[in-house]
T-cell receptor, first 114, second 110 residues
Framework: DSGVTQTPKHLITATGQRVTLRCSPRSGDLSVYWYQQSLDQGLQFLIQYYNGEERAKGNILERFSAQQFPDLHSELNLSSLELGDSALYFC?????????????FGPGTRLLVL | TQLLEQSPQFLSIQEGENLTVYCNSSSVFSSLQWYRQEPGEGPVLLVTVVTGGEVKKLKRLTFQFGDARKDSSLHITAAQPGDTGLYLCAGSDSWGKLQFGAGTQVVVTP
């Protein structure tokens, strides 16, 4: 158990719909990352938040958005869903020690768009 | 575009055999990490290497970082079924943003 929680574990929805994925980081971790993992693209970095502020952006589509709340939990919003959005979505929180950052991944949310 | 290439993509071996997984890049990274991911779970960090030429051992796993900090290898000695999983390498930039390779799926059969 990494200490990072994600809900829901599974999500099945239809094209065109909107969903929200939730992540609670490890206690004390200020940084949250979102990743998408699909069979053909591997693990892709989407976006990072640090203490409520967007820190870095990766391959995140305009239909996707995220935010980090004052209690440090984060939500990833996916809208106008397409079949190709079906994937595993992971969040990770991180800690820096000795100048090295370690990311701890949650169990993921499996999204299926039909 | 994947900056990190892992090979092979898939590896199936018998228990007790040795295996090596490779991670190559055209970019220099400030550090490189290896993760193992089991079905239905998130990746779990195995090791971080920072210095060119560095070798780290974790029980039966040996990790090597290339002198130029562009490539790395993971060697498993006397593999066991519990070593089965997806092995991912990830290069880190100065912001801590990780660029992952596509992974090597390792299957160790009894």
């Amino acid at each position: 158990d990494s200490g990072v929680t994600q809900t829901p574990k599974h999500l099945i929805t239809a094209t065109g719909q909107r969903v929200t994925l939730r992540c609670s980081p490890r206690s004390g971790d200020l940084s949250v990352y979102w990743y998408q993992q699909s069979l053909d693209q591997g693990l892709q970095f989407l976006i990072q938040y640090y203490n409520g502020e967007e820190r870095a952006k990766g391959n995140i589509l305009e239909r996707f958005s995220a935010q980090q709340f004052p209690d440090l939990h984060s939500e990833l919003n996916l809208s106008s869903l397409e079949l190709g959005d079906s994937a595993l979505y992971f969040c990770a929180s991180s800690v820096v020690a000795g100048g090295l950052e370690t990311q701890y991944f949650g169990p993921g949310t499996r999204l299926l768009v039909l | 575009t994947q900056l990190l290439e892992q090979s092979p993509q898939f590896l199936s071996i018998q228990e007790g055999e040795n295996l090596t997984v490779y991670c190559n890049s055209s970019s220099v990274f400030s550090s490189l990490q290896w993760y193992r991911q089991e079905p239905g779970e998130g990746p779990v960090l195995l090791v971080t290497v920072v210095t060119g030429g560095e070798v780290k051992k974790l029980k039966r796993l040996t990790f090597q970082f290339g002198d130029a900090r562009k490539d790395s290898s993971l060697h498993i000695t006397a593999a066991q079924p519990g070593d089965t999983g997806l092995y991912l390498c990830a290069g880190s930039d100065s912001w801590g943003k990780l660029q992952f390779g596509a992974g090597t799926q390792v299957v160790v059969t009894p």
